[in-house]
């Protein structure tokens, strides 16, 4: 009779079908790992930033361009589109600046651990 330390049973464990446990296939996918890391609130944010970077300055060019005629609306636009712009670039620098946290280490840390005793 061989005896196998808890971590081994845990990793051991079928499902009554005989089949490996559908949560550990899962988590092991790399593809499952990418689409987790595209969903995530960082990625919307940077996203959402670079479309009102682009936006904003599409709007400046069109205006200096000249193909918007009335002079106050023109001036208008790009008075709104600077400030989207700058908005956008703020946005994209806090996210990127975030995804690098200290203490996101330490909380995926626990999370690994909490998950393991369950």
């Known amino acids: 009779m061989c005896i196998m330390d808890k ?6 464990r ?15 996918s790399g593809i499952i790992r990418l689409i987790n890391r595209l969903h995530s609130t960082s990625t919307i944010y940077i996203v959402s930033g ?3 970077i682009v936006l904003g300055l599409a709007v400046i060019i069109v205006s200096f361009m000249g193909y918007l005629r009335p002079l106050w609306l023109s001036t208008v636009l790009t008075a ?5 712009a700058i ?10 600046s ?5 203490n996101e280490l330490l909380r995926s840390a626990m999370k ?3 998950e393991s005793k369950n």
């Open 7 to 12: 971590s081994q049973q845990n990793n051991d």
């Open 14 to 28: 079928k499902t009554p079908s005989g089949a490996r446990n559908i949560r550990d296939s899962v988590h092991g």
């Open 50 to 52: 670079l479309s009102q």
């Open 80 to 84: 709104v589109s600077s400030l989207s």
């Open 87 to 96: 908005v956008g670039f703020f946005l994209v620098y806090h996210t990127v």
């Open 98 to 102: 975030k995804i690098h946290d200290p």
């Open 112 to 114: 690994r651990v909490m």
